[in-house]
C-alpha cells in the first residue's frame, strides 16, 4: 500500500486518507479477508495513522498544489533541449543584456487538499484541469545583477487600496 501511495504521488495522482482506505478495504475484501474491528471491513483512519508512524522513513502527507497536465508534461530530454539551446544562444552575449523572470502565484484555491507522497518529495503536486483565481508575481533580473521592480498582475475590475 505504501508504495503503491509513494508511486500514485510520484505521477501526480497522489492519494489521500481516504483513498487509502478504500485501497485497504478493496485489499482486504479481494484477499477474502474479515477485520471484526473494521467497520465493513474497511480500515479506519486510526489505521491508517498507525500505518504512516510505521512507515514514516517512507510516506507523509503534505498540502498538494494543483497544477495544470499540460504543465506537468514537459519531460527531461524538453528542458535538457532548452538549456543546450540557451547555452549556444547566450555565447558571447554581455550579462548586462541578458534578462531573466520569473513568475510566482499566490493562488486563491480552497481546493487545496493534504495527500500522500514519498518522503523527500520536493514538490507535491496535484494534476488537474481546474484552477481558481490566482495573483501573479513577476521578478525579473539580468545576469550582472541588475534587478527590476516587482510587477504583480491581478484580474480585477477595480484595483482596491488594500491591495497596494
Not at 13 to 22: A, E, G, K, V, Y
Not at 35 to 43: A, I, L, T, Y
Not at 71 to 81: D, F, H, K, N, P
Request: hydrophobic fraction near 35%; glycine fraction near 6%; charged fraction near 20%.
Amino acid at each position: 500500500m505504501i508504495e503503491c501511495a509513494s508511486l500514485c504521488g510520484e505521477w501526480g495522482f497522489p492519494l489521500n486518507i481516504t483513498d487509502m482506505r478504500h485501497f485497504g478495504k478493496s485489499f482486504l475484501d479481494s484477499q477474502g479477508h474479515n477485520v471484526r474491528v473494521f467497520m465493513e471491513n474497511m480500515p479506519g483512519k486510526d489505521w491508517m495513522y498507525s500505518l504512516f508512524e510505521r512507515h514514516k522513513g517512507e510516506i507523509i502527507q503534505r498540502l498538494a498544489a494543483n497544477i495544470k497536465r499540460t504543465r506537468a508534461e514537459v519531460s527531461r530530454g524538453t528542458i535538457i533541449q532548452y538549456f543546450n539551446n540557451l547555452r549556444t544562444t547566450l555565447t558571447d552575449v554581455d550579462p548586462n543584456n541578458i534578462y531573466n523572470y520569473d513568475e510566482t502565484n499566490l493562488q486563491d484555491d480552497p481546493e487545496r487538499k493534504i495527500m500522500l507522497f514519498k518522503r523527500g518529495t520536493k514538490y507535491p503536486t496535484h494534476v488537474c484541469n481546474f484552477t481558481k483565481s490566482a495573483t501573479s508575481l513577476l521578478m525579473c533580473g539580468s545576469a550582472s545583477g541588475t534587478l527590476l521592480p516587482p510587477y504583480i498582475i491581478h484580474s480585477a475590475e477595480k484595483m482596491w487600496v488594500q491591495w497596494t
